[in-house]
């Protein structure tokens, strides 16, 4: 019997080293297979990682570029230094526009161009490469947009400032100078009021400044107008009143020799033309006048005085002028 268990035992122990060797390389190829399987899942997914990588820095660069060649930045890199209420801003705007224009214009050495052949290490840390200069740039931007807003509401507070010194200068010099029961000056103080609450108010941004500098200025335009309104009637009035008082003064210091279709002379006298014209008479008083002359046609021309003294008159028109000789 001890002879039969041992020879069972024999017979059955290169049965189960087959089984540990089978089990043994099914689990190695198992475990091969599975390997392999997980290297081409992550292979994949580098790859995909990496083509969307490619695509948003793409992207995020064109943006990048497009906005530092804009007109905005271009504009806000213009303004001086007097033209805003702080200089530093303007510094920064410069500096910073230094900076990152020629980080613009650079050549990237992130590679762009991949295929699949590449190893999952170099995907994968081309695709960390390429999502750092999307930071990068998206940093860069903002950054620079920042400089834009600080620089142009600098120059908005300016524009604010100084349209404030002149509304109280409009103020000052159109006192006096508005038509009776005009409100412009009213409104004007109001909005001027208004507007340096604005300027000193820390959380005032630069839409804030702007409106509150075109309000200002239509108000300042209107009593601007007012002043134009009167100082053109006050000056119509004038010209009417000054030529007014030259008729009246033409009317009571005419000359008074004044004629119609027949000549009359001074009377007292009592000759007569002898052409029996108009009716000419010597003037009295003893003058020795002689009659007039008609030598040269129409109205004669009468010469003496009452008072013997020499004089000429002569006719214009139906209007006879007399001048007197001292």
Not at 200 to 216: G, H, N, P
Not at 305 to 321: L, M, P, R, V
Request: glycine share 12%.
């Amino acid at each position: 019997m001890k002879e039969n268990g041992n020879g069972d035992t024999s017979r059955r122990r290169p049965a189960v080293i087959v089984a540990v060797l089978v089990l043994a390389v099914a689990v190695i190829c198992g475990g091969g297979l599975w390997w392999h399987n997980h290297t081409v899942r992550e292979h994949n997914q580098a790859l995909t990682s990496y083509r969307a990588a490619v695509r948003d820095y793409a992207s995020q660069e064109g943006r990048y570029r497009s906005y530092l060649d804009s007109d905005e930045v271009k504009s806000a890199s213009a303004i001086k230094e007097e033209e805003v209420s702080d200089a530093k801003t303007v510094l920064a705007m410069s500096k910073g526009v230094k900076t990152i224009k020629p980080a613009s214009s650079r050549k990237t050495s992130v590679k762009t161009g991949l295929t699949g052949d590449a190893s999952t290490g170099e995907l994968k840390k081309t695709t960390e490469n390429l999502a750092s200069q999307i930071s990068r740039m998206k940093t860069e931007v903002r950054t620079i947009k920042a400089k834009v807003l600080a620089v142009n509401t600098s120059k908005a507070h300016k524009q604010l400032s100084d349209a404030i010194g002149n509304a109280d200068k409009t103020l000052a010099d159109s006192n006096g100078k508005v038509p009776d029961g005009n409100h412009s000056r009213d409104e004007l103080t109001k909005t001027l009021d208004s507007a340096k609450k604005t300027l000193e108010d820390r959380k005032s941004v630069l839409k804030t400044f702007a409106d509150a500098k075109t309000t200002l200025g239509t108000k300042i335009q209107a009593v601007n107008n007012a002043v134009n309104a009167k100082a053109a009637q006050d000056a119509a009035d004038a010209a009417a009143a000054a030529q007014a008082q030259a008729a009246s003064a033409a009317t009571s210091g005419g000359s008074s020799y004044s004629g119609g279709s027949g000549y009359r002379a001074p009377s007292g006298g009592g000759y007569s033309s002898p052409s029996g014209g108009s009716g000419y008479r010597a003037p009295s008083g003893g003058g020795s006048a002689p009659a007039p002359s008609t030598s040269g046609g129409g109205h004669p021309t009468w010469v003496g005085t009452t008072d013997g003294s020499n004089a000429t008159g002569h006719w214009e028109g139906n209007q006879f002028i007399g001048e007197q000789e001292f």
